[in-house]
């Protein structure tokens, strides 16, 4: 494998690896100092894909701790709608600020986190692998 695709590799590794260490960061001071409320799925957001393939990302509706109706969509995308619309999920948020809020279920925490790991383990497998 030709040396720049290699570093090229490695970079991308080490990129994805600091968003899951920056994820992880994030995840402990919601714990910490979170707002916590019930939100409800409202509807999916569909994006449209290569070869007709739907992604759907749900938005959820909740009430920040001032009693305001707030709503977000998830970051999360998935291609079956779940969670379903009109499913209570749990929500959380730092103190004043709304805009921050997303899902705090765990599912929600372990898939963000496995996937900067396990996408900057891939990156940084085939660049060791292939570079000898």
Known sequence: MDSSWQILLVL???LCVAGGLWEARTQVRMRRYGVR???VVLRHEITEQEGNSRVYAPVIGFRDEHGTHR????ELKGSPRSPRAGAHVQVVHLPGRPETARLDTVAYKVTVLALAFGVGA?????AV????
């Open 129 to 132: 692998a292939f570079g000898r």
């Open 122 to 126: 891939v990156f940084l497998t085939v």
């Open 12 to 14: 991308a590794g080490l």
């Open 37 to 39: 409320s019930e939100g």
């Open 71 to 74: 709503e977000f969509t998830s």
